[in-house]
């Protein structure tokens, strides 16, 4: 969405809620990656996901080559948070991430796991694929 169409949206949120963080988690991290700010995208990772998951993601970027909580290599160009299911503990959130822009533009999509108790992100993983 251009610039000029950004006072017709409105946003809230709470802090309260796990959904809430999980959206403004990615997307303070996402403008951090794209600005290049290496050491706020560090710091949110530090405030929003848990410790053992930080080293478990630390594991995978090793292994992969790539960002852990954008499963990517590039930076997206909008995002979309969405409850998807709650349960033992822990909320569940897809979050769709699009590449590039116009009819040719790419999608994926992560399965972003939160502790209810903390409401710290502890598990992200590729979406597992519709029907």
């Given at each position: ?84 299911d709650s349960g ?44």
């Open positions: 969405m251009p610039d000029n169409q950004a006072s017709e949206v409105i946003r809230g949120g709470s802090p309260d809620s796990a959904v809430d963080r999980v959206a403004d988690f990615y997307g303070a991290y996402i403008d951090a990656v794209s600005d290049g700010t290496d050491d706020l995208s560090d710091q949110l990772r530090a405030h929003y996901l848990t410790e053992d998951f930080r080293q478990r993601l630390a594991a995978w970027e090793e292994a992969n080559h790539a960002d852990g909580v954008l499963r990517a290599q590039d930076v997206p160009t909008h995002w979309e948070v969405r409850y998807h033992a503990g822990h909320l569940f959130t897809t979050v769709t991430l699009t590449w590039g822009t116009g009819p040719d533009a790419g999608h994926t999509q992560l399965a972003v796991q939160s502790d209810l108790s903390t409401k710290l992100i502890s598990d992200i993983e590729d979406a597992p694929s519709g029907p």
